[in-house]
């Protein structure tokens, strides 16, 4: 893998990420956290996790060269 296809591999996490955190923010009764709001939640926590670890690839290939 060349870090080209790591850079495309970073946008899909990104953006379930987003997605599943926007969900969560325009939910009625985010005081009140419901099995759903977990679920949204624990998609953007996924997508971020996923996206971390595509930029710490990414960044320990930079420092290789």
């Known amino acids: 893998m060349d870090k080209k296809d790591l850079r495309r591999g970073l ?3 990104l953006l379930v990420a ?3 955190f926007g969900a969560f923010l ?3 009764g985010s ?3 419901r ?3 977990i679920l949204a939640l624990l998609g953007s926590g996924m997508g971020l996790g996923v ?3 595509h930029v710490r690839v990414l960044w320990a ?3 290789q060269k």
């Open 51 to 53: 996206a971390l670890a």
């Open 11 to 13: 946008v899909a996490p």
């Open 31 to 33: 005081e009140n956290v």
């Open 61 to 63: 290939m930079g420092s």
């Open 26 to 28: 325009r939910m009625p």
């Open 18 to 20: 987003i997605l599943g």
């Open 35 to 37: 099995a759903v709001h």
